[in-house]
Structures are given as C-alpha cells and as structure tokens.
C-alpha cells in the first residue's frame, strides 16, 4: 500500500478514537458546571498529563523543531522553561489555585481587584488563547499539507471542524481523557522522529561535522532570550486559563502540586527532544522552509512509523485547541454570557452558549492562520500577554493589598498595549516583548500603591487569625 494510505489509515483511526470518546462521554456535558469542569474530580497523574499534553501543541514539537533549525539545539528551552514553570507553579501556587476553588483566572483575580479588572482580564486571556490556536492552526495546516500533498487551507479548515467538534460534543471530561491518548501518542510520535533523524545524521559526529558549533550549544541562542522564555513560560504557566480550570478538577492542594510536578517532568525533556529534530533537518536538508523541518523528517520513515509519527503530530494540533477551546468558551460563559445575558440562570441555555461558543472559538483563529508565518514567535507573544496577568496572581496571594483596584486595571490595559506594540515594533533596543509584559505592571501597580492611588486591593482568601467558618458567619449575621 502507499505510504500516504497507511499514514491516513492511522490517523482516521486516531480520529475516530477521539470522537468516540467524546460520545461516550457526552453526558458528562449535560450541564453548564459539568460541561466546564468535567463533573467529576480527576486523579493528579491523569491531570498532570492532561496538562502537559495542553502545553505540548504544535509550537512545541513542529514551531520548536523549525526554531531549532534556525538557530540550533538552544531553542529546546522554550519548552524546557515551560516545565521550569510547572516546578514554580506547584511549589507556589497550585495549592493556593485549588484553595481558591475558582475555575476561570478572571474570576480569581476579580476577588482581589474588581469585576471590571474580571473583564478586561477576560478579554486578554481570550485573545492570548486564539493567538496561540492561530499558530496551531498555521503549522498543523503546514503540516498536514506536506505529508498529504493536499492545499494548506483546506487542512487548517479540517482541524477547526474536527476539534471543535469533540470539544463540542462531551465538553471537559472529553478534552480530559482524549488528551491521554493525544500525550500517549505525542510521546510515542517525537521519540520515532528524534530517534530517527539522529541516527539518520550520523549521531552527534555527524551534527558537529554539518553544522557551526554554535546549533550545537546549549546556551547558542543567548542568555537574555533564554531569560524572557523563563519569565514569559513561568509566568504563562501562573495565569492561563486552562492551568487554572485544570487543576480545580482534582481533590486537594497536595494533589494539585503533584499534579503540576508530574507535567514539569515531561515538558522538560521534550523541547530539547523536538529541537533535536530541528538541527537533523538543517544538517540533512539545508535546502527546505524551517517551518517543514519536522514534516520533511516524517516523511523519510518507513510508512508504518510515518503513521505514528504523524498521529503523534496531530495529537498536538487536536490536544492544543481542545485545551483552547474549552477556556475560551468557559471564560465567555463565566463572565459575559451568564451575567448579562442569561441573568435568570437558565442552565439550559447556559449548555447551548458552551457548545456554540466552543465552535466559534475553534473556527475564528483558522482564518488568522491562513496569515501567520512565523509559529514560534505569535505563541511567544500569547506567553507574554498570560505572563502579565501572572503579576497580579502572585500579588493577590503573596502580597494581599499591594497597589490598588484601579491601579490593576491601569496596569491590566497599558500591559497589554505596550506589550503588543513593543512585539510589533520588532522589539526595539533588543529587549524582549516578555519583559515588558512583567515590567509595566510592577511599576504601575508600585506607583499606585506608593502614592493611595484608588482603594486597597482585597485578599482573595482568608488570612491567617481570622475564622470564616460557617458558624462564625451565622453568629455575625445574627
């Protein structure tokens, strides 16, 4: 049989696989709470991989891969910072995260500093999210068309349809469980295409004789870009949607750490592993597009392991937009559609809004992707946004009253232009768009807390001396 059969044969089984389990599952779905949070509590292994299948789309496997290519096996700490992130989040704030027990980041933060702070922080998530799907959108349409041969448009078309749609179908609980057959098989899928193109190269002698030293250094790619993927990865990681709806989905504060380290395990090793394939592909095809380096190397596999390979490729594209998807539609629902629109609670209508706005939030970034071009950096630039908002997190638990309720919407609004316009002005002085996202809040938030600028920022939860048990409530009522 052609190679291009058997490929598609595994793949449409890989599909149906996941369809199926969204059916199985559907009615799970059957309510607004059950469709956004999955109905029932996880356990912390099965969070931890549904996590860092979440992280792992196609910017960490084909935008790291093209990365590499370009400027050398450094690159892998784009992924590898993620993981570091992880680390930092479940020492500091999975806990606290799961204390608070609020499934959107909006709502979390409206706790300490208002609900117009909620919805301007809204907006930005949502924003972040449909740019990182744009881009997953972009290299998985590259991707399938390549080892396809079939128009780029149309594969991006496919993937917006089929994602939306099991998304669309079981809500949370599909996304979790179908995300442990996309992490099974993301891992599965890059160890084949790793393992093979360095054999294929010749192994490290081989890199080292095709390629200047530096695609081969660990630090190549310089310390102040290694710096902001720190910062705009840890920061991600504090303050994105889906990080914060996942982790509510399991018992306890303890499991919600582990949870957290069992996904920094494997997000670590992967980046490096993906930037691997990027430096085989400019030591064996110098000739291709950076963005077909890991779909060129698929291609040179036998077509049984092709097959898995690519599984494992659109494992990323699928298990990404799912995560996206899902934390698109909750924060809609959550914070513009039920408080203004459905003000009498009819849970029904609640159900139907998820449902639909999942489809749209799946479809909206396919036509921006038929734009976007470079992968690695408009998914950089959705960290940087989420980093932003990771300031207020670590105030709101750590520095409770700092700053003030209007300073953190200031802060929120001018982050967010200064951000976007110092990306697009190509980040001038050579100062990362990143560290701008970090900077702007911490001297906002300074100033109006230096100089009583507003009202005083509340703690979002109790502090230590004080009793809000039941019973005490009860007794100050009456």
Request: hydrophobic residues 50%.
């Amino acid at each position: 049989m052609p190679t291009t059969i058997i490929v598609s044969i595994i793949v449409g089984i890989y599909l149906v696989s996941l369809v199926s389990i969204s059916i199985r599952v559907r009615k799970s779905g059957s309510t607004s709470e059950g469709f956004v949070n999955g109905g029932k509590l996880f356990l912390p292994v099965v969070i931890g991989l549904f996590m860092a299948s979440e992280v792992i789309g196609t910017s960490a496997s084909i935008g790291t891969a093209q990365g590499a290519y370009e400027n050398g096996i450094s690159v892998g700490w784009n992924i590898a910072a993620l993981g570091l992130g992880f680390i930092l989040f479940a020492i500091f704030l999975a806990a606290k995260f799961r204390e608070l027990n609020e499934i959107t980041i909006s709502g979390a933060l409206e706790r300490a500093y208002g609900g117009t702070v909620r919805r301007l922080t809204s907006i930005t998530m949502i924003a972040s999210l449909l740019l990182v799907a744009t881009a997953a959108y972009a290299s998985g349409g590259a991707m399938f068309s390549t080892l396809f041969s079939v128009n780029s448009s149309l594969s991006i078309v496919f993937v917006g349809v089929i994602s939306s749609l099991y998304v669309a179908i079981g809500g949370m609980r599909s996304v979790v469980y179908t995300n442990l057959v996309n992490i099974t098989v993301k891992i599965i899928g890059i160890l084949i295409v790793a393992g093979f193109a360095y054999h294929l190269v010749g192994g490290y002698h081989g890199l080292r004789i095709s390629l200047p030293a530096n695609m081969l250094s660990w630090d190549g790619i310089g310390y102040a870009q290694m710096g902001a993927w720190l910062i705009a990865g840890a920061g991600a990681m504090f303050s994105t949607q889906y990080v914060v709806q996942s982790i509510t989905t399991v018992g306890d504060g303890a499991k919600a750490r582990r949870a957290s380290f069992y996904t920094s395990l494997i997000l670590i090793p992967y980046g490096f592993i993906a930037a691997l394939i990027g430096v085989s592909a400019a030591a064996l095809h110098p000739e291709i597009d950076s963005i077909q380096a890991l779909p060129t190397i698929v291609m040179d596999l036998n077509p049984v392991l092709a097959g898995v390979a690519v599984t494992g490729l659109a494992a990323s594209v699928f298990g990404l937009i799912s995560a996206l998807t899902i934390g698109s539609s909750t924060l809609l629902l959550k914070d513009f559609y039920d408080p203004y629109f459905n003000r009498s609670g009819d849970d029904r209508r609640s159900v139907l809004f998820s449902r639909a706005s999942v489809v749209v939030c799946g479809m909206i970034p396919v036509v921006l992707a038929l734009f976007a071009t470079e992968v690695l950096e408009v998914t950089f630039l959705a960290k940087a946004l989420r980093a932003s908002l990771s300031v207020f997190v670590v105030l709101m638990f750590y520095k409770p009253g700092f700053g003030t309720k209007e300073g953190a919407l200031a802060a929120v609004a001018i982050s967010l232009l200064a951000t976007i316009g110092w990306y697009l002005t190509g980040n001038p002085f050579g100062i990362d768009n990143a560290y701008v996202a970090i900077a702007v809040p911490i001297i906002v938030m300074s100033f109006t807390h230096l100089f009583h600028l507003g009202s005083k920022a509340d703690s979002p939860l109790p502090q230590p001396g004080l009793d809000f048990s039941p019973a005490k409530k009860n007794a100050i009522h009456s």
